[in-house]
């Protein structure tokens, strides 16, 4: 019996020994994940950012017009994740979804390098301010709307893909956490670069130069992540999570005639979960059992007919978060006019510091980013921790959020007012002696105040709304909740795009030269839209219950919320 069983285990330990060799994963891999973030953002921030400054100087298009083909970008830039993601649980994997965006990213930014070191693919060249500037061709356009969009591909299946691969190189909850804290550091370290370094060889050096080194940094990070290939561990595609929300709403409407019962005998289980709530009767019917249904062994025969009370409690749980899924829409659509119209309203303002260096425009929503990363640090070791030693409780995401609404309503404000003060300026005559008319006398360092709010509100807001998807959506979904985010915030730069139009069409507040404009209004304007989004915020709060809600898993949750503030 003794040798029976000791060659049992002798076979056992043989047949999984070729498994464990194969499964890959661990802190190996860290440094190809890793370094391929670093590249990949790096080549990101460094054409994106930059954007707006790069249409009008090179392609001559119009200042206005070029914040909204940027908002329109950034926009596509956030949805795409979603897409992703998707591919990735349903599919492919994680890891033919990076290697294939990041090299999609890398053609992009080859044929925008292209764009900018040869003259036949753009318009001559002329003043910023000037209204006879020669408009860009479309076999022009074309190649660099074609450039653009692959970049753009590229971003959106990587940027949150990464994360959810990284994290499944790890089987524990504490190293998933610590490699989300190294993926957070890692994407503001790179942002940084890229909004200093890339971004001022763009503006002081060439174009040229600094799409160069974007792509070469795209390279980097692509050749870094397939040396890595055989090291990772690959995650097999699990099917669609929105195919059960889905299945959810069919079922529930094929029945939609029945009775709702109040018999715990009458719904399927496949869980362990109590009766359906009450809330959102109507589709307590997906998980009502009728003739035939179900099979002998237990289990569902249609699928599309028959779901379990998990899955109805599940889709019910996303349905109760997009009203708050609305108000943070409107809370990023200002922030994203607010950084496009800054780049336009530096253009015009003194970047000088010191005889011999300019602050690049584009350079400006560094001040935010690194706003951020500062106090999302402050708030997670001192202010969190200090707020729970005070009231025994932990800061709930939406507390996080509302706080958030708060200081992006203040950053309006002030913006508003640091625009009013630079309107005086111009409307005085008071200019650079050493430049074009257009520059105001006034140090662009009165923007640096509303950009560091902005970064301040949005180290509240961004991880609070994460952290909420992460708890609350279900299990299924969590791998793909920060991209649910994303795509909402990429929702707010289009709805950003919309509110532009609308202003430009109604007001003469926005022309092409903003010096004959009145962006000051427009800031009071996102200030009164911010009030009224916060009390519409208030009350979905009030009435929002968390079902997920528990002190064992904050250290998880807040670890997650971490990795996904990943603006590029």
């Keep these: 019996m003794a040798g029976s069983v000791s060659s049992g285990d002798a076979e056992t330990a043989m047949s999984q020994e070729p498994s464990t060799k194969h499964r890959g994963g661990g802190w190996i891999t860290f440094p190809f994940m890793i370094g391929t973030l670093l590249g990949l953002t790096i080549a990101a921030g460094g054409w994106l950012l930059n954007l707006i400054v790069y249409l009008i100087q090179e392609f001559n298009v119009k200042s206005i017009a070029a914040a909204q083909i940027s908002n329109i970008v950034n926009g596509c830039i956030c949805m795409a994740p979603v897409i992703g993601a998707v591919a990735a649980d349903s599919f492919f994997g994680t890891i033919p979804v990076i290697a294939v965006s990041a ?147 069919f079922a529930a409407v094929l029945k939609r005639k029945a009775d709702v019962s109040s018999n715990e005998k009458d719904y399927y289980y496949n869980e362990s979960i109590t009766m359906p709530t009450k809330s959102l009767r109507f589709f307590n019917r997906a998980a009502l059992k009728q003739e035939n249904e179900v099979k002998q062994d237990g289990t569902i025969r249609k699928r599309w007919r028959l779901c379990s009370v998990q899955q109805v409690e599940d889709f019910k749980a996303v349905i109760r978060i997009i009203p708050l899924a609305l108000a943070t829409i409107f809370l990023s659509t200002p922030v994203a006019i607010q950084l496009s119209l800054t780049v336009l309203q530096g253009l015009v303002m003194d970047r000088r510091l ?151 069409r109604t007001t003469e507040w926005l022309p092409d030269d903003i010096n004959h404009g009145r962006v000051d209004n427009v800031y009071w304007l996102l200030v009164i839209g911010g009030v009224l989004n916060l009390g519409y915020f208030l009350v979905c709060s009030w009435v929002f219950r968390y079902r997920n809600l528990g002190d064992d898993d904050h250290d998880k949750v807040a670890a997650v919320s971490h990795s996904t503030t990943l603006s590029p």
Aim: hydrophobic share 45%; net charge neutral.
């Design 103 to 249: 090299f999609f990213s890398l053609m992009g930014v080859a044929l925008l390098t292209l764009t900018a070191s040869v003259d036949s693919l753009r318009p001559s060249p002329c003043e910023t301010a000037s209204s006879l500037c020669q408009s860009p061709s479309t076999i022009q356009l074309g190649v660099l709307f074609t450039a653009i969009t692959l970049a753009s591909i590229g971003i959106g299946g990587t940027r949150f893909t990464l994360a959810t691969a990284g994290a499944n190189q790890f089987d524990k909850t504490k190293d998933q956490g610590s490699f989300f804290n190294w993926f957070f550091f890692t994407t503001y370290l790179a942002g940084a670069i890229s909004a200093t370094v890339i971004v001022y060889s763009e503006d002081n050096i060439s174009w040229t130069l600094g799409f160069g080194l974007c792509a070469a940094a795209n390279l980097f990070s692509f050749l870094v992540f397939i040396f890595g290939k055989r090291l990772y561990k690959h995650d097999k595609p699990l099917g669609s999570p929105f195919t059960s929300l889905l299945q959810v709403i």
């Design 354 to 504: 010191g005889p011999n260096f300019k602050i690049p425009a584009g350079s400006l929503q560094v001040i935010a980013l690194l706003s951020a990363c500062l106090f999302m640090i402050v708030n997670d070791r001192f202010l969190y921790p200090f707020y729970q030693k005070l009231t025994g409780k932990f800061l709930t995401p939406l507390h996080r959020v509302g706080i958030g609404h708060v200081f992006n309503i203040l950053s309006m404000a002030v913006t508003a007012i640091v625009e009013a003060k630079r309107l005086k300026i111009v409307e005085n005559g008071h200019f650079l002696e050493s430049s074009s008319s257009s520059i105001a006398d006034m140090s662009v360092l009165w923007l640096f105040p509303p950009l560091v709010i902005v970064g301040i509100g949005e180290a509240f807001h961004f991880p609070g709304n994460v952290a909420l998807c992460y708890q609350e959506f279900p299990e299924s979904m969590r791998s793909t909740a920060t991209s649910i985010t994303s795509l909402v915030i990429g929702i707010s730069f289009y709805t950003s795009t919309a509110i532009i139009n609308l202003i430009q």
